[in-house]
């Protein structure tokens, strides 16, 4: 059972590489974003992380009182 369970470990983590290099331009884009999503949110770059809102935003972030849009 191990065995079974470690073989197909293996065989996903040799597939896994292929399957990313094999993103189209839309899903590398939102990829970039969702780094840069989170770089903002760990530094807290709050202008960075409202720069990446749809205008017709509306929500309600954790670091404010109100929502916002």
Do not use: C, H
């Not at 040799?14 to 290099?21: E, F, L, V």
């Not at 970039?32 to 509306?58: M, Q």
């Amino acid at each position: 059972m191990i065995k079974t369970v470690i073989t197909i470990l293996f065989v996903f983590l040799g597939i896994a590489p292929a399957i990313a290099d094999e993103m189209n331009a839309d899903e590398k884009a939102v990829w970039a974003l969702e780094e840069t999503y989170w770089v903002n949110v760990k530094s807290n770059d709050i202008p960075g992380y409202r720069s990446l809102w749809d205008e017709r935003f509306v929500g309600w972030p954790g670091f404010s009182r109100q929502p916002m849009g």
